[in-house]
């Protein structure tokens, strides 16, 4: 019988109940792929459980991946001299093949088969699922063959879980150590590895499938060397040259190959009279964080921006200020520190509803928000400086760098239970529709597919991102009838928001949201009723926001001083949020410009 | 093929550390091959590097004709191996373990596997982890011998086995292998034990192998040699060297002599002895050639 099949058998035969369980898992992963959000969005007290469950089988999962691969290979074991196959008619090519056999029948296919059911079940196309498995297989072979080759290199699973540990812990300390170190020694961080590629995330994505294929390639080498000639300490020393040879690529690598098509912004004819300026009688002064004790104290000024002339629908997401500076009439220029970019605002704004007005065309929107709070740093100095030229007149300039936006109907889906919509690299489901009296709920589940080598994704920086997260302007969910031209907004604050699929976040981000849309608020007078008639004929429309352009301007402010005490009374959304602020400085330490 | 083992200058070091040093072995085929040695004289790793678990430093050795270094799955159909160290897949039971073992051999017989089982009695539900030593070793043991090995290599087989096992365990064997003309080559420190069994005799201390040689004819030419003197004399310096550890007590002598022959050896006394008054021979058995070995090398190397 062939060595490989006798083994192969053999090894099942010892493992069948820990791979029942394993089966089991991967089961239940996929189960929560495809219906985690639905079971949520019925049943209350799984929303609760929702991310829990996801984490805990994922966590099992690994613990089991990190279990299974050392019983696989260590029960024919490659280090020592007393292991039974060693004077038994057992080649070693065919030991090799047997537990790869059994490490990828095992392993890797049911892990890669349970993905991509997952994504078909979420709407992936068969050229997206044919473009997921090379990138699903060098991930997991990426995590799987470190620890097959602490596996070769270990007669026990004693000694491979204490070198596993012994390696866990190094590399642990590691990370702590490179992630301080840049806080006390800015200056020194250039020298530490890896944190260049967090600037651009696709160089980032190539970055880390370029060690993902090579951690497989030469793990793969120096499994079969371990294999075929058994000596240790040979591949351990080869293992070690591998690993520095990974760390200096990894530094030094500059090919991005999975860059994707940027979102195309087209250079918008100059808008003639576009013109930016500060509320100068609302300034809120706040302290800057300060990471040690022994940091100057500064001072943060905040202002309402104000842009005018954008053309109708068009509004501004970003505002990057750079050269800011007050001019003195005795000559002396005061510089700003480094300023936020995050701009304070909720989706709430009023400066977003024209844009949607203006995509809904002919659909009137019945209950637009009209929020008016918002703040932008403009200003940033040490305390003393602005104990010294508090009060004092003086000329403010900076130039002001901003993106321009727009909003786009992506997709119109009949307001019925089941619709659902694809666009590009997206799916919508309606999952239910609620009627209660003067509120529909609507709820939804957005599926979106996220693949390395999927060209049609544009690519999207982290810094857009967070924005999007945080001020929530996009997506923008409306209910519309066509027929009467009339469009709700839901009420702000879902109730809620699973993210079940931390296991396949990578690829595939889906997310349960629930919109209430009533005519009953107190910022609205004589709207209609959202009855059944109405939503007969109902859509669910949902808008994006497309960059169409980017601004500079350099912008002047005569006879303005730097306050000594805030103008007004900030409220919460005046206050520009701490975290995004700190995170926001300390990528500047880093990368100064 | 004549020799079934064939080592030449075989040196194996652990670092700085000599563990055996240029070994020349010759095992014929179709011989029982006592390999002794006291613990730690390097029969493990002599038997290791034989059977290609271990490198060798230095030198070369062939088994069934092919060199160690390059032995596969086409020799291992044919060679037998039981040692006191092999790991066993002890998670089976014994008559799984015999089902995975018989898959991998073309020559395996039931029959004579079954017949095995019967004689050690061995318990085939059980779970190997679960079983003593010494039915564990009996397990190894139908696992290597149900396909008829053209060589079977034992280390250490008796270690940590009690007496009525051991006895047992050597009695199958002696049955087993008395109509076949299999080569054995068993590496042991327990003498008593091999002396049944072996036709030729290999003696190892500190990786360095001191004799080779059939047993016959090592038992034929060592006597005990007991010599009573008229009177007692100043022995002289210029002894044969094949007489080992002679002593003298009064009128009494008493030396080993390694290379005796009858005639030969009777002159020779005279003409060192000139005054013997009676001398007996007695033969050794091969614990006491053994021993007479160990301290000769002991005294040379003081």
Known sequence: MNTMTHLFKKDLMRLKYLLIAWFLLILAQSALGIGGNKIATEVFEFQMILPLLAKMISFLQALMMIVIVPLIIQDDSLVGTTAFWYTRPISRKGLLLAKSFMISIILVIPLLLAELFVLAANGATACQLLLAVPEVLTEKLAIIVPFAILATLTAKFSRYALVGIIIFAAFTIISIILSVVPMFFPDQSKYLPDLDLYRNPSLLA??????????????????????????????????????????????????????????????????????????????????????????????????????????????????????????????TTLKSEYLSSFTNEAFSSEKFMLPIQTALKDVKLLNPYKDNSSSTEIFCLDESSLFQFKDKKGIYSANANFDIYEYKIVSRIPLKLGSKDSFGSEQVVIYDILERPNVVSVIINEKKINLLFDRSVKKTSQFDMAQEIYASYSPVYLIVNEKRGEAFLPEVGNNLNTDAMEIFELRLKTKAKMFDFTNQNDRNAFIPEINKEWLADAELVRLDAVQVGTEKITFTIEDFSLPSQSTITENKLDKIDTQLRMQDKQLKQWYPE | MNNAIEAKCLTKRFGKNPAVQNLDLTVPTGSIFAFLGPNGAGKTTTIKTLMNIIKPTQGSSTVLGVDSQKLGPKEFAQIGYVSENQEMPDWMTINQFLNYCKKMYSTWDDKFCNDLINQFSLPLKQKIKNLSRGMKMKAALVSSLAYRPKLLIFDEPFSGLDPLVRDEFITGMLDITEDRNWTIFISSHDIDEVERLADWV???????????????????????????????????????????????????????????????????????????ENIIVSGMSLREIFVAFAKKFMISEL
Not at chain 1, 208 to 217: E, G, M, R, T, V
Not at chain 1, 302 to 314: D, Y
Not at chain 2, 267 to 274: G, L
Request: aromatic content about 10%; some cysteine.
């Open chain 2, 202 to 276: 290999g003696i190892i201390d500190k990786g360095t192998l001191k004799v080779i040689e059939k047993t016959e004819d090592l038992q034929n030419r060592f006597r005990r040699i007991e010599l009573t003197l008229a009177d007692p004399i100043n022995i002289k310096n210029n002894l044969p060297r094949e007489w080992y550890l002679l002593e003298q007590q009064g009128h009494t002598v008493h030396f080993i002599d390694s290379q005796y022959e009858q005639a030969k050896s009777e002159d020779k006394i005279r003409e060192m002895f000139a005054n013997c």
């Open chain 1, 206 to 331: 190539s970055v880390n499938f370029a060690k993902s294929l090579y951690i497989f390639l030469i793990g793969s080498a120096l499994i079969t060397h371990q294999f075929l000639t058994r000596r240790t300490e040979k591949t351990i020393n080869y293992l070690l040259v591998a690993f520095l040879v990974m760390i200096c690529f990894t530094r030094l690598w500059e090919w991005d190959f999975l860059q994707k098509e940027c979102v195309t912004v087209p250079s918008s004819p100059a808008i003639s009279n576009l013109s930016v300026d500060f509320d100068t009688q609302y300034l809120i002064i706040s302290d800057e964080v300060r990471y040690r004790k022994t940091d100057t104290r500064e001072k943060s000024i905040s202002s309402k921006q104000r842009i005018k002339g954008l053309p109708a629908g068009q509004f501004t997401i970003s505002m990057v200020m750079d050269s800011v500076q007050m001019q003195y009439p005795d000559g």
